[in-house]
Every structure is written in structure tokens, then in C-alpha cells.
């Protein structure tokens, strides 16, 4: 009974998608930051988490959880600077690259 929303999935034509974003931020309880390259370089990806760390601002507690998932690296593309108290590396991205490397 888990309940996820993603834009692509969960947005049709004609929705005010904006509206609807921070809609259901404000409504999660977990935030997952999928991360990449292609995520960084996104206007909107890093919107989304600044939003969501804004919900945050006067408990740490505050709902939502944020929890970067790291889809490229390593090295692990460098979060933007309102973000970097996060923790950005995953120790499985780094079994990964040591099993080609074997």
C-alpha cells in the first residue's frame, strides 16, 4: 500500500504540473532525489529537492525524508550547495565500478 507519485506516471494533459508538484511533496513522507548528471543539470529536479528541504527548515525531523539515489559514479556527481549536507555517496556504486574492475 505504498502510494508514489511521478510526474511522467501521475500528471496528465492538462494538469497544472507545477501545482501539482509541490502538492505532493508537501504531502510525502519520503523524497527520493534520483541523481545524476542529467538530474543536476535539471532546472526543476533541483527545484523539487529545495522545496522539499525548505519543508524542513525549522525541524530536521520535518517531513519529508530526503534520500538521494545515486544513478552514476563514481566518482558521485556533486550535489548543488543547498543540498551538499546531504550524503551523497552510495557504497554500492562503489562494489559495482571494484566488480569491473575485477
Keep these: ?36 548528471t542529467a538530474a543536476k543539470a535539471s532546472e ?14 525549522k525541524d530536521e525531523l520535518q517531513l519529508p525524508a530526503i534520500k538521494p539515489v545515486i544513478l552514476e559514479g563514481p566518482p558521485v556527481i556533486p550535489p548543488p550547495e543547498a543540498l551538499k549536507h546531504l550524503h551523497f555517496n552510495d557504497i554500492i556504486i562503489y562494489l559495482i565500478d571494484n566488480a569491473k574492475l575485477s
Excluded: M, T
Design 1 to 36: 500500500s505504498i502510494e508514489v507519485f511521478q510526474d511522467v506516471l501521475n500528471l496528465s494533459p492538462g494538469d497544472r504540473w507545477e501545482k501539482e508538484l509541490y502538492k505532493n511533496i508537501n504531502e510525502c513522507d519520503l523524497f527520493l532525489l534520483f541523481w545524476s
Design 44 to 57: 526543476w529536479v533541483v527545484k523539487e529537492a529545495e522545496y522539499a528541504l525548505a519543508l524542513q527548515l
